[in-house]
């Protein structure tokens, strides 16, 4: 199918298609123009002007050709699908709106809700509808009505197809020429009125295939049970119905057997969401602000991976061993990453001049997120990157790729030796992950570039700090994410080392039932060394089980996490 160009309809006799294919947004959907001798049938009109302009004039000289009814048929009422339709009410003023009943009521009661207004920050209108499809009574039994509308006579045929056992498919027929017809499905899920629509071998799936997506999932009218079912009734057309192509509200279309293996996955995976949050504007503002924090701590750790890769390929290039080199600073592509920081900072500024809605910063990060994920996964890191800095570069990006979803990140919470931790994360970070000796002593030019690599690698943040731990031994075990607590415990103490402390002592103290842990730091200092990242790491330390509070004192700065204590009734 070529996109911008009037073609004949796949599977028709007489009909055309105008497809508007849009690079996926959330502002608008794509479009698409189907005209028969009989009705010009507009499928969304999306949420563009420069989009609608275009589709006007294709329907302009549609008419210039034959003069026939238009009906604008929504295949759901979310704004990016329609909202320039009735930006400016003189445009296509003969044009009649046909929208499943449901999505009817919702736009003749300016509801901002099931319309997704709220959440696009845009202000809901009144829209009222001349064609209400496969209403409650069209679906009762198979009718035959006929709407008179403006001097034209709206006929359509419904139907009811039991297509499995308890499973019925009702559908709407209405014709396009003497040949040809356009049939209508309730298929919600995706949204209360979302409909599919066919003609010949192809078909029009609205968001189907995005029902299931972050940021969509869990959005007002979303329904799990109903998008499993409607799953299964698409199936069941894609089978019987000899469809050839299906056309996507976003991005391209996709031949019957894609869209086929695409829905029989979506299937499980639509299965297995449980406990989503509701997508509201309140969710959206809270993870916008949560995504901006996280790509900053994300850039500085990749930053510091890029950096330390860069430094160990420049001495391997002075040792002469230039293939090495070469191999270890493809690891990390430094340009990729720095667009791709580059380019979400430009997004965030444009959130912060009011030109961007949080969804969208949401739906942003995640791109982000997934495209770092993609720069990370399959790298043979591990050999010269310190494991603990990959482990929570890997953590930060499965947490947001958890949160984007819809869901908390998980945490795992039992009872800790805290005191014993603490010694863990000390001899953690003072260790050596080299040996001299196997440098000196390697029996292989493999065994000694190894060797060599993890030497070279390794930054001795501690090499000039004192680090001094005050146990409190009455402190018993405290909940918590042991994992996590360690992971935002070593990024402390690293953060603190950073910012050229030449002592760090870390104490605990029980007090009443909490286990607090104090960092304290012993220089003069204007700025607390967690700077900026300090909503960051309550986050995370909330995620953990753990409250925390930063001052900055005259002695130097210092951190207070507060941990759940056990009682007396001791770890199970």
């Known amino acids: 199918m070529e996109p911008m160009i009037s073609q004949p309809a796949a599977g028709t ?17 794509n479009s698409y123009i189907l005209a028969g001798p009989s009705q010009i049938a507009l499928i969304d009109p999306g949420g563009m002007e420069d989009q609608f302009g275009i589709l006007e004039a294709e329907i302009d000289r549609l008419q210039d050709e034959l003069l026939r009814p238009v009906v604008v048929y929504l295949t759901h009422v979310h704004l990016d699908h329609w909202i320039q339709l009735k930006q400016d009410e003189r445009r296509l003023h003969e044009a009649f709106l046909a929208v499943q009943e449901d999505g009817a009521r919702a ?22 509808v001349d064609i209400k499809l496969l209403s409650t009574h069209d679906k009762g039994a198979t009718v035959q009505q006929s709407l008179a509308l403006k001097g034209w006579s709206y006929d359509y045929a419904t139907k009811s197809t039991e297509i499995a056992e308890d499973l019925v498919l009702h559908s709407a027929v209405v014709l396009l020429g003497k040949k040809d017809c356009l049939e209508i499905y309730h298929t919600p899920g995706h949204s209360p009125d979302s409909i599919c629509l066919r003609t010949g071998s192809l078909l029009f799936v609205g968001d189907l ?5 972050p940021g969509m999932a869990g959005a007002y009218g979303w329904s799990q049970q109903d998008l499993l079912i409607s799953i299964q009734k698409i199936l069941w057309i894609l089978e019987n119905e000899k469809i050839s192509l299906c056309c996507s509200g976003h991005g391209k279309p996709i031949d019957a057997q894609m869209a086929r293996k695409t829905l029989e996955v979506m299937y499980y995976d639509v299965a297995s969401l449980q406990n989503l949050e509701e997508v509201t504007p309140q969710w959206a503002k809270r993870t916008a602000a949560y995504a901006q924090d996280l790509i900053i701590e994300l850039e500085r750790s990749f930053t510091i991976i890029a950096g330390r890769l860069s430094y160990i390929g420049h001495i391997l290039n002075e040792l002469e061993e230039q293939t090495d080199a070469e191999e270890l600073e493809s690891l990390l592509d430094s340009h990729a990453l720095d ?39 399959g790298k043979q890191l591990g050999t010269v990157i310190d494991q603990s800095l990959l482990g929570r570069v890997s953590r930060l990006l499965s947490d947001y790729s958890v949160t984007y979803r819809g869901f ?10 805290v005191n014993g931790l603490i010694g863990e994360v000390l001899e ?47 402190a018993p075990f405290a909940r918590m994410d042991r994992e996590r607590f360690s992971d935002i415990l070593i990024d402390i103490l690293e953060r603190f080392a950073g910012a050229e402390m030449k002592k760090i002592t870390i104490a605990t103290v029980l007090n009443d039932d909490w286990v607090m842990v104090r960092i304290v730091g012993e220089a003069l200092t204007s700025c607390h060394p967690l700077g900026q990242a300090n909503r960051f790491f309550e986050r995370n330390l909330a995620l953990c089980g753990g409250l925390m509070q930063t001052t900055l004192g005259v002695d130097g700065p210092s951190v207070e996490i507060e941990l759940s204590a056990l009682g007396d009734e001791g770890p199970s």
Do not use: C
């Open 428 to 474: 953690q970070v003072r260790h050596k992950p080299y040996d001299e000796e196997a440098i000196l002593k390697a029996e292989s030019r493999e065994d000694y570039l190894m060797a060599l690599k993890a030497r070279i690698a390794h930054v001795d943040l501690f090499e000039d700090v004192e680090l001094s731990f005050q146990p409190d031994s009455d």
């Open 209 to 213: 295939f995005f029902a299931p997506n």
């Open 408 to 417: 908390r990140p998980p945490y795992y919470v039992s009872y800790v030796d």
């Open 107 to 128: 736009l003749e009661k300016q509801d901002s809700l099931m319309t997704l207004s709220e959440l696009l920050g845009r202000p809901m209108i009144r829209v009222p």
């Open 13 to 29: 006799e007489d009909a055309t298609i105008y497809p508007y294919i849009r690079k996926i947004d959330l502002m608008s959907s």
């Open 339 to 377: 667009g791709l920081f580059i380019d979400f900072y430009r997004f965030a500024m444009e959130l912060k001049a009011g030109k961007r809605l949080d969804w969208e910063m949401v739906h942003k990060a995640g791109q982000t997120v997934g495209r770092l994920d993609k720069l990370l996964k």
